[in-house]
């Protein structure tokens, strides 16, 4: 892959980037708003907003408890732009902060650190009453007893539904005003306020970079595009960012 020489020649201090479902999609975890996606037996306000949890608790429990299971399983791993990002982490000499919409742990297991998951992690739960998250590998439901309280009925996934404040927002927007270089990797541009990071980098006079399998919702606020694959696209471009930096 050859990117565009003016891109490759910068030398940036301060990289964004932001990744969707499509990066993780290579390691076998569905995306959502593909015609095979998660929500294809649910309807997206069932499983993923305070009202669908209020109205039927059962359903939302159990399919986190499925997509925890599921991404348990010895063959969902890492593929090569979760391991590319965590090697461009370790190699890279200015700032990077990764922030996912993801609420797997790839990155993570690709070598990531410096990571915000903005939408909650699925290995985690949190206690309604206090706002204690602890980590788990296990299902649990309404009658979980809480470690906290004591109590069951108190436990909810540690995920961010439509409706609610996303997770450490405010590092997010302190970070993308002083970034000089974008890149958004595999998500659609649907959800707010994800989608709107590439204009506030944009203010901040960054360039942007978009690297997907289409051309998502926001495409057209992006300086560059490459379209693909994240495991097959990824790798080769940050090595050219990495060789740019060293020249
Ligand atoms: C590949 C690939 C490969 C495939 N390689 N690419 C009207 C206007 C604006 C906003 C709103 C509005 N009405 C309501 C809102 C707000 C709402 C919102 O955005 N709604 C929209 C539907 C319009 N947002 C919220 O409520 C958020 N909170 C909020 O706004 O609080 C107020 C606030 C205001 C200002 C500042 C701060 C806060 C909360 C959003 C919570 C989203 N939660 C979910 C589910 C929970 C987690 C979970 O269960 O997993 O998060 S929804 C779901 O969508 C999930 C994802 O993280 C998120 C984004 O999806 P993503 O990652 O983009 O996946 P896809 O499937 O859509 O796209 C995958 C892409 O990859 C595709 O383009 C493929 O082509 C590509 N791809 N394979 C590269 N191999």
Redesign the pocket.
């Known amino acids: 892959m050859l990117i565009d020489d003016q891109l490759t020649k910068k030398n940036y201090q301060s990289i964004v980037v932001l990744t ?4 993780s ?2 390691s076998g975890i569905n ?4 015609a095979d ?1 998660l929500w294809e037996n649910h309807r ?1 306000e069932d499983v ?1 907003s305070p009202q669908g949890f209020y109205v039927n608790p059962d359903l939302v429990y159990r399919f986190y408890n499925m997509r925890r299971q599921d991404l348990l399983k010895a063959h969902i791993q890492p593929n090569p732009a979760h391991i590319a990002l965590g090697d461009f982490e370790r190699k890279f000499n200015g700032e990077l902060l990764l922030v996912t ?3 797997d742990d790839l990155h993570e297991r690709g070598g990531s650190g410096n990571l915000i998951h903005m ?2 992690e699925l290995l985690k739960m949190r206690c309604q009453n206090s706002g204690e998250v602890f980590i788990t590998r296990e299902n649990f439901d309404q009658t979980t007893v809480c470690e906290c309280c004591r109590q069951s009925g108190n436990l909810r996934p540690h ?8 997770l450490q ?1 405010d590092v997010i927007y302190q970070t993308l005003a002083q970034c000089d270089l974008f890149i958004s ?11 709107g990071f590439v204009e506030q980098a944009r203010l901040a006079g960054a360039d942007t970079v978009e ?4 051309p ?1 919702a926001v495409n057209s606020y992006f300086d560059w595009h490459i379209q693909g ?3 097959e696209l990824v790798p080769d471009f940050l090595t050219q960012l990495l060789v740019a930096e060293s020249t």
């Open positions: 969707g479902a499509g990066i999609a290579e995306t959502f708003r593909a996606g997206i993923a919409q993801n609420i939408h909650g995920v961010v539904w439509f409706g609610e404040m996303p927002m990797i595999g998500t659609s541009g649907n959800v707010y306020p994800a989608a690297i997907n399998l289409e998502s694959k994240a495991g």
